[in-house]
């Protein structure tokens, strides 16, 4: 089952334009991670926030976690075309053990 | 750089058959996760070792699904018989160990079952 929703599911933008997309999840965790995922291809670690942080950066990509409304977000700025992917989100559970559970998916395309 | 590697890249079976999938981690990394992707959602994981012992497979189908890390490096996931159902990507992932949480992915295997 999914643990996680993300918002929106589909995001098309410029290139330049920041990307905004949202998750939510049920039960309390010990980290929340994004992952990107070119079509058809492996997914790749991009960032990991604990549940007692409440901000993180990364190069061009911030995260932020709000445990209280069970919700994270990953903002893309400046995005280039490079930058089309599906975005996931995957929590790990309190006493989950390293297992993660992904949401759905945000795909976005950024256009020239 | 290290990578995950997974083989075949691609299978097409005809239902009823058996399927094997292969994935060799990163070296050293200790655990080693197969996941099941369907087309448009995210992955749900299917087993999870820690060296050659399984931590979590509540999720493998074990009346056709198997998976096996023998001497606690690469890892056999196994489908018999396959049904239509099965058509997914299987993932492969590894990491250090259960306290480094970031997971590195292989190319993933696509299968497509008629």
């Known amino acids: 089952s999914q643990q996680g929703e993300e918002d929106p599911q589909a995001l098309s933008i410029q290139e330049g334009e920041n990307a905004t997309m949202n998750c939510s999840y049920k039960?309390?965790?010990?980290?929340l991670q994004w992952y990107r995922q070119n079509s058809g291809r492996g997914l790749v670690h991009l960032i990991l926030i604990r549940s007692n942080e409440r901000e993180k950066h990364s190069g061009r990509l911030r995260v932020t976690l709000d445990t209280s409304k069970k919700s994270s977000s990953l903002l893309i700025t400046a995005s280039r075309a490079a930058d089309t992917a599906s975005y996931f989100c995957a929590t790990e559970l309190t006493g989950g053990g390293n297992k993660l559970t992904f949401g759905t998916g945000t795909q976005l395309k950024v256009e020239l | 750089e290290a990578e995950v590697a997974q083989s075949p890249r691609y299978k097409i079976t005809e239902k009823s058959q058996a399927v094997a999938f292969w994935c060799d981690p990163i070296?050293?990394?200790?655990?080693l996760y197969w996941y099941r992707q369907i087309l448009g959602q995210g992955p749900e994981l299917l087993v999870q070792f820690q060296d050659e012992s399984v931590v979590d497979d509540s999720q493998l189908p074990k009346d056709r699904f198997s998976a096996e890390r023998l001497k606690g490096v690469d890892s056999t996931l196994k489908i018999q018989p396959a049904e239509l159902g099965d058509s997914a990507m299987y993932l492969c992932?590894?990491?250090?160990?259960?306290?480094?949480?970031?997971?590195?992915f292989g190319p993933g295997t696509r299968l497509t079952v008629l």
């Open positions: 070296s050293g990394h200790a655990t």
């Open positions: 992932a590894s990491g250090r160990d259960r306290s480094y949480n970031e997971q590195f």
């Open positions: 039960t309390s965790i010990n980290n």
